[in-house]
């Protein structure tokens, strides 16, 4: 398993540096649960628009660890609930979510108000990148 380079870095970020649609998967009393979710990937995690009171999130409460897969990318992790989308220290990334999820953010499906309106991080520790022809196994533990 190799870390995360520029090569891998970059082939994430052109699939998965817009909004992409990626599978979530959660585990409660051993059942997996998956679903579909609008994400963007930056820097070693993806980010998703959410509600704090999904069951998606009620699952990352009790038990952090998660999959995702998409495009020819699988991968394991934690999920993180970074709180209300309105938080001044949530700013910058809210800013970056209305510009990634321009095309339906405001589609009146999200109430900005509730602050159950979070963003969820899935911070990635390992995963395996496939392109062209070549399989990258990726350590995305940051160096200390």
Known sequence: MEKLSGV??????????????????????????????????????????????????????????VAIAGDWFTAQGKGKNLGWFGLEENAKLAEKMRKVFAEWIDNGHNNFEDKNTCILKIELTEGVLLSHGTRYEIDFAKEK
């Open 8 to 65: 891998t870095e970059q082939i994430l970020l052109e699939r998965f540096g817009k909004d992409s649609l990626i599978s979530l998967a959660t585990a409660e009393n051993n059942i997996p649960h998956v679903r579909v979710v609008d994400s963007f990937y930056e820097d070693g995690a993806f980010y998703v628009l959410t509600y704090a009171l999904s069951g998606k999130m009620k699952q990352i409460e009790r038990n952090p660890v």
